[in-house]
């Protein structure tokens, strides 16, 4: 069956990873209503959230990530071989990009 060898593919994701792949969509304010992305989650709640908001496919190695609903989101991917994020296509170093600063400044208008 398909979607039982999907499913069993998406368990080849981290948890670490599914984290910080939600953490990314939270912060883009990608998904709505937002996905709870708590470490205290167990990985199989986080897949099921995941499926909510996305259709999977396999293409070539990668898990592509296609959004039901929202609009404004570049294509995610996720390749088993190298296990890294690509977003258009492009690698992405997600579990760094998700754990930065937020960057701000402070200015004044004289």
Known sequence: NLTRFLKRMLTRISKPHLVDLLRIADSRKWLTPRIRYASVRSKPELIKDLKKHFRVT??????????RRARG??????????????????????????????????????
Request: hydrophobic residues 35%.
């Open 73 to 110: 989101i570049p294509q995610v991917e996720y390749d088993l071989g190298s296990k890294q994020y690509l977003l258009d296509g492009i690698r992405v170093d997600i579990p760094k990009l998700s754990r930065e600063k937020p960057h701000f400044r402070i200015s004044r208008n004289e």
């Open 58 to 67: 396999m293409a070539d190695g990668c898990l592509v990530f296609l959004p």
